[in-house]
């Protein structure tokens, strides 16, 4: 235990570190694998679907990606990503080889092609966290938010599914906070929370983009966000005590301050938080480019080049100097914000 926290610690300044000073001798931590844009959804607030030209790699050239982002370090977890992941062809063969290679595995999904077999395979596999989207408990909600007439029907069968094969598999649903939602926000936490499942509460400054053609960071569009700010003072002021009370809330508390603060529009306060996705994020699209940040720039090719010699390449030197000066406020999601020093030791011990 002792060693673990020693080594949380030193990731955690030598982050800071490298922020500062511009340089690339902080380790990645979290591993995004984009493994298809392909889609049975049509969301609103998404639109990677409309793109209809993506092709997926093959398993020859995810193993060889494995293999150079191995050259960045030994031992990490990926979260498996898309479009919707369960639709790549190669899926079974993809965790045969991560399996392989001891690299922990992550699952962010829309759940409606978690069938009593693929629960079993999942649990069989050790996955350590199973991401399910559902952004209400009203069927009538979700559905139209995701298009989709079975969408929360599907979703709710595969967390039953996985709850009754569970093991040690973490179950997460992700709760994309919207004024369409936002009144069922604590009811909703509560309920799955009772069941045993985790709540990550989401934000989203803009609609998720396809990776492949881009060339700088993106423009940000409308916002989803809620507007009553009493209302929304109230429903965070409620989720800081369910979390305090031992509540199933995946975010940090500080984070949650975050996302209470974008909801607030306090912009300028967040702009002033220091975003690290350039040193602690490694994206990997459907074409094998190697980013940063899902709205940021291509760093380089990992099918062709090491993760190592990527990472510290003068392009991603770049990268990270365009990234200091980036006011997106895309800093507070969970992918992209590192919460402070403190908020980690407190979550450490508690565990």
Same mark, same amino acid.
């Given at each position: 235990m002792i060693t673990q926290l020693g080594r949380k610690v030193a990731d955690h300044f030598l982050k800071r570190l490298a922020y500062?000073?511009?340089? #690339?001798?902080?380790?990645?931590?979290?591993?995004?694998?984009?493994?298809?844009?392909?889609?049975?959804?049509?969301?609103?607030?998404c639109d990677i679907w409309k793109n209809k030209d993506t092709k997926d790699l093959n398993i020859a050239d995810w193993t060889k990606i494995i293999s150079n982002l191995k050259t960045l370090r030994k031992d990490f977890d990926v979260t498996l990503s898309g479009g919707e992941p369960l639709l790549y062809r190669d899926f079974w063969q993809l965790i045969e080889v991560l399996q392989n290679n001891k690299v922990g595995i992550n699952l962010n999904t829309n759940g409606s092609l978690i069938t009593e077999e693929v629960a079993d395979r999942i649990i069989e596999n050790n996955f350590k966290k199973v991401e399910i989207s559902l952004y209400s408990l009203s069927a009538e909600l979700h559905n139209r938010l995701r298009n989709s007439d079975n969408a929360h029907q599907s979703a709710m069968q595969a967390i039953n599914y996985l709850q009754k094969k569970n093991n040690n598999t973490k179950i997460v649903v992700a709760f994309l906070l919207t004024h369409d939602n936002m009144d069922e926000t604590i009811d909703f936490v509560k309920y799955f929370s009772s069941i045993g499942v985790w709540t990550t509460i989401q934000s989203l400054d803009s609609n *998720?983009?396809?990776?492949?053609?881009? #060339?700088?960071? /993106?423009?940000? #569009?409308? #916002?989803?966000?809620?507007f009553d700010n009493d209302k929304i003072q109230s429903i965070f002021n409620e989720?800081?005590?369910?979390?305090?009370?031992?509540?199933?809330?995946?975010?940090?508390? /500080?984070?949650?301050?975050? *996302?209470?603060?974008?909801?607030?529009?306090?912009?300028?306060?967040?702009?002033?938080?220091?975003?690290?996705?350039?040193?602690?994020? *490694?994206?990997i699209s459907t074409s094998g480019n190697l980013y940063f940040c899902f709205k940021g720039p291509v760093v380089g090719n990992i099918v062709e080049k090491s993760g190592k010699e990527l990472w510290q390449s003068q392009n991603a030197k770049k990268i990270r100097q365009q990234m200091k000066s980036c006011n997106k406020l895309c800093r507070i999601m969970n992918c992209n914000y590192d919460s402070t020093f403190l908020t980690k030791i407190k979550e450490y011990v508690k565990q």
């Open positions: 500062r000073f511009n340089r #690339s001798f902080a380790r990645p931590e979290l591993f995004y694998l984009k493994i298809t844009e392909n889609c049975n959804f049509q969301c609103k607030h *998720i983009q396809p990776m492949n053609k881009r #060339s700088g960071f /993106d423009n940000d #569009s409308d #916002s989803l966000g809620a989720l800081f005590q369910l979390k305090d009370q031992g509540y199933k809330i995946y975010n940090r508390i /500080d984070n949650l301050e975050m *996302i209470k603060n974008y909801y607030l529009c306090q912009n300028d306060q967040l702009k002033d938080i220091p975003c690290l996705a350039g040193h602690k994020n *490694i994206i």
